[in-house]
Each structure stands twice: as C-alpha cells, then as structure tokens.
C-alpha cells in the first residue's frame, strides 16, 4: 500500500462501487416496469440483482461490459467484422496516418513560427483561432467535400485527425524551441554558431522534452479525430461504426465495450510514444529516473 499499485486498487474498488449503485439505480425502473407488466412482484434485492441482467440497459453494469469484450474480442477471429478487434484497427489506422500527418505540419509550422519572426505574429493566431471551430461541425464538411471528389475512406478520416492533433505539436514544439534562456543563445553566438547550429544542438535538444508530452496528447486526440470522422459518413467499419450501430439498436453494453476498446488503444498509443521517448532520451545521454552509480 506504501507504493504505486494500492492507491490505484483503492480508486478502482471505489469505482466499481459507484458503477454498480448507479447501475441499480439507473436499472431499476425498467425491472420493476417488466415485473409489472408480467404481474409479479419483485423484492427490492431481486430487483437490484436483475438490473445487471438486462439485455439494453441505460448503464452496464461493468461485468457486463467486460463479457461483452470477451465475446468480441476473444471470442471471434480478428478478422471477422463482428470483432471489436478489427473495428479498433480501422480506426486506428486512420488515426495513425493523421498523426503522422498532423505531427509533420505542426513541426514544420513550429520551426517556421521560431525562426520567421513575421509568420509568428501572422500564423499563431490563426492556428489558435483554428482550434476554437467544434470538430463535429468540420468533420461532415470535409467527407461532403472529399466525397464528391471521389475521395473516400481513409484520407479523409486521417485529415480530421490531423486537424486535431497538429495543434499541441505546434505549440508544444514552439515552447520547447524557445525555451533556452537569453544566456544560453548568447554563448551560441559568442562561439560563432550558425542558426543551423544553434537550432541542431541547442533548441532542438531543449525542445525534445516539450515535443513528446504534446506527441503524446497528440496521438491520443488524432484516435478521437478519426472515431468522429466515422460518425457522419454511416461507416461500416471503425469504432465509430459500432458507436452508431449500437446507438441505432439501443445496444448500450456494445456501446460501452468500444468506448473501453478506444481508450485502451489510446493507451497503447501514448504507452508507444512513451517507448519512444525513453529511447530517443538514452541516446541522447538522459540518466533515467531513479539511476545513477
């Protein structure tokens, strides 16, 4: 209890508790409205024990939802359309290629934004100001758009998330490549650096830290982008396409079980990036936390 895991355990025990008495809570007047109609009387403790029973309940109980993964995801092939594994990989291919697309503008604005004194003051406010247009009401302008293009499936899901997630790489990156001190630029100029010079050994490397935290929110908004992205489109595949079957059928626990689907993929993602990072840290010289002689 003294480290990392109990505190968590205690969090999650009073997690679960809450979840079950909302679920009775939540349940409860659906079972006794069936229990009626059927002329039978139920007990206040029968009754709580068939709200985590239901088959379209307004909050899965979470052992419900935990059967429901089993049954999607271990109990189909991965290839199968009715595995929650396959959905995930959709999505999560679309959310890869926006990354990759997001991340690659938001460095290249960063670098311009430091360097160009004139684009800093004309470009940061607009890409602030992009951020402030809800991505609901971009994300069926764009499938419209590429649609009659004849452009359809994976590009324009990538482009939302790449509207998402460029974002906190430019201001991240534009934070860490200013963040040496007037000093610091100074001694660059006392040894004769060039702007190439100074940017390769001394912001770069100071900027390193600030570029994989917004990596990391990045990465896990550009899954966000591209689930919403399936939404107008009536995608058959894709987390977002089980999000809207099982809003169409009233299926809640599937509901559920993709939400837990996307944030463990998210986790993934950012525990990917995080890898990453401690490598790129180790050839850099970074001493892990904790080391030393």
């Known amino acids: 209890m003294r480290g990392n895991a109990g505190p968590v355990v205690v969090v999650v025990i009073a997690i679960l508790m809450v979840w079950y008495l909302a679920a009775i809570f939540l349940n409860m007047d659906t079972v006794r409205m069936k229990a009626e109609s059927a002329g039978q009387s139920l007990s206040w403790g029968d009754a709580a024990v068939l709200t985590f029973s239901q088959d379209r309940p307004l909050l899965p109980a979470p052992h419900q939802i935990v059967m429901e993964l089993d049954r999607s995801v271990l109990g189909v092939k991965p290839t199968s359309k009715r595995s929650l594994l396959y959905h995930t990989g959709v999505t999560v291919e679309a959310a890869m290629a926006g990354f990759a697309m997001g991340a690659l503008l938001g460095i290249i604005l960063a670098v311009l934004i430091v360097h160009v004194r004139t684009l800093e003051m004309s470009l940061m406010p607009w890409i602030i100001s992009s951020q402030t247009i809800p991505i609901l009401a971009i994300a069926p302008i764009v499938i419209v758009v590429f649609g009659s293009l004849g452009i359809r499936g994976l590009m324009p899901k990538a482009l939302i998330s790449a509207y998402l997630c460029f974002f906190p790489v430019t201001i991240g990156l534009v934070k860490g490549l200013t963040s040496p001190d007037r000093l610091q630029r100074d001694l660059m100029r006392t040894y004769s650096a060039t702007a190439a010079q100074t940017f390769w050994k001394l912001r770069l490397p100071a900027a390193v830290p600030f570029l994989f935290a917004s990596l ?68 850099m010289g970074v001493q892990p936390a904790g080391g030393g002689r």
């Open 216 to 283: 990391k929110v990045a990465v896990a908004i550009s899954l966000v982008g591209a689930i919403v992205a399936e939404l107008p489109t009536g995608a058959q595949a894709g987390l977002g396409a089980r999000l809207l079957a099982g809003s169409y059928y009233g299926q809640t626990v599937q509901i559920w079980a993709a939400l837990f689907a996307a944030a463990a993929a998210a986790a993934v993602l950012v525990a990917v990036i995080g890898f990453v990072e401690r490598l790129v840290g180790r050839a």
